[in-house]
């Protein structure tokens, strides 16, 4: 081969890639949703890697099924009794005009999503971050606030991205600590939005009032799916772990069914499927750095909050099962029924307090259920963000700032109801 070709096919396939987006990927995809009567058979799809379940509680019943498992994937639920409506007949469309109309808000709002070494847009709340504008941010935060706030890596990505770590700390020398992990989906965009949107609040506004807590927030902690999601494929929700140990070419694990508490039950061994557990409890540097982390602070951890999207439910444990009840489920009922009242008190907007697994469902291998059973956390928390699936993971920047103000009121409603 010519010396240069390489690097030509390197430039060129650079050039092609910044031009190509995160939708062509998506062509011929569709959502549906699914009606008649509850089933096991969309999880068993899902598992499969037929099928993609795109809310959590599955209550709004919306799937994702690519063009060459329509055919396969109709058959199937027809036999077992279940209908469904085409919501979106071409995805990569779909999230193309999406796209444009995203960037026309962003060059009127004349917000860049470019850092250069000396500057970088301040956290924004219109348009949604770069993970180097996240890091900016950070880094912004401990260089003025240090020590009080300080920031540190606590692991690396698979493609070598940092995952940070934020402590905000109470002046109290024995305070509960507050765990808040956002972004391990990577196309649930608005997570690391509201992460960013409590950091704001925490170490910079009235968040001093909540001093007596000792805070820590891994607000991107899959930064490697996430950027992907601008470079390759919006609807990406794993990591980037090349599953070549399987003999696969698909790649990605499921962060939130990587941990090790009822590893595999509500999860799948499948490398292709969007929930694969991975090979082993904790086999990726993203769950393993995070776990360390949280177990560094074991005993004075007090409640996790993981945020995710969309369907609008506060979740507590526990998620592998419904057969059993969290033992202190009452009391996680009461305080989060005090977070959906503040939720709602700033833009009317319903969140409903549900258990993690509902009906047929399960998920297991996730962050909350690990911190409920292994850590000293009594609390643990999946709030699932906005919307109720008009948009879904495509909810455009509008969206941003109001989730962020009623998340923080409702998120104040617990700290001032949990000790
Ligand atoms: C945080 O700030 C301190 C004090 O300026 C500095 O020593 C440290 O390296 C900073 N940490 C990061 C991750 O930038
Ligand atoms: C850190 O907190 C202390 C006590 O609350 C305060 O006096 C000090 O000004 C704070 N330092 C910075 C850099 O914010
Ligand atoms: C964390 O602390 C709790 C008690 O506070 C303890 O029961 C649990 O075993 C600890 N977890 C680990 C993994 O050591
Ligand atoms: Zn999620």
Not at 46 to 68: C, E, F, N, T, Y
Not at 79 to 100: C, Q, W
Not at 281 to 290: D, G, I, N, V, W
């Amino acid at each position: 081969m010519h010396k240069m070709l390489p690097l030509l096919l390197t430039t060129l396939l650079a050039c092609y890639r910044q031009t190509e987006g995160s939708y062509q990927y998506l062509a011929g995809h569709q959502i549906w949703k699914l009606g008649g009567k509850e089933s096991a058979l969309p999880g068993q799809l899902m598992a499969d890697g037929l099928l993609d379940i795109l809310d959590h509680s599955r209550k709004l019943q919306q799937v994702r099924v690519a063009p060459h498992h329509i055919d396969r994937v109709s058959e199937l639920l027809q036999k077992d009794g279940i209908s469904y409506e085409i919501l979106v007949d071409d995805l990569a469309s779909h999230v193309e005009g999406i796209e444009n109309s995203e960037r026309r808000r962003r060059d009127v709002s004349g917000n860049h999503q470019t850092c250069t070494e000396s500057h970088c847009p301040e956290p924004l709340t219109d348009v949604y971050m770069r993970f180097d504008q996240m890091e900016w941010y950070l880094k912004q935060l401990n260089e003025t606030h240090y020590p009080n706030v300080s920031l540190s890596s606590i692991g690396k990505s698979h493609e070598n991205r940092d995952i940070w770590l934020l402590h905000i700390k109470s002046n109290k020398p024995d305070a509960r600590a507050i765990w808040i992990e956002g972004g391990i989906h990577a196309r649930e965009r608005i997570s690391p939005a509201v992460a960013f949107g409590l950091i704001s609040k925490l170490a910079t506004g009235d968040g001093a009032k909540y001093n007596d807590f000792d805070f820590f927030l891994a607000p991107m902690a899959n930064p490697d799916g996430y950027e992907y999601t601008f470079t390759g494929d919006r609807m990406w929700r794993k990591n980037r772990r090349a599953n070549s140990h399987q003999r696969s070419n698909c790649y990605g694990v499921d962060l939130n069914r990587n941990w090790d508490f009822k590893f595999g039950v509500g999860a799948s061994n499948y490398p292709c499927s969007e929930v694969y557990m991975g090979p082993s409890p904790f086999s990726e540097p993203e769950t393993k750095a995070l776990k360390d982390a949280m177990l560094e602070r074991n005993g004075s951890l007090l409640m996790l909050f993981s945020l995710h999207s969309y369907g609008q439910d506060l979740l507590y444990p526990w998620g592998w099962t419904s057969q059993e009840e969290a033992e202190n489920k009452d009391e996680l009922v009461r305080v989060g029924q005090a977070f959906a009242e503040g939720a709602r008190e700033i833009h009317n907007h319903d969140y409903d307090v549900v258990n993690s697994a509902g009906g047929l469902y399960y998920a297991s291998g996730a962050t909350d259920d690990w911190a409920y059973s292994e850590t000293s956390a009594r609390y643990a928390y999946t709030l699932e963000l906005r919307d109720k699936g008009e948009r879904g993971f495509l909810l455009t920047s509008e969206a941003i700032k109001p989730s962020i103000e009623e998340v923080w009121n409702g998120f104040q409603k617990i700290l001032q109801n949990i000790g």
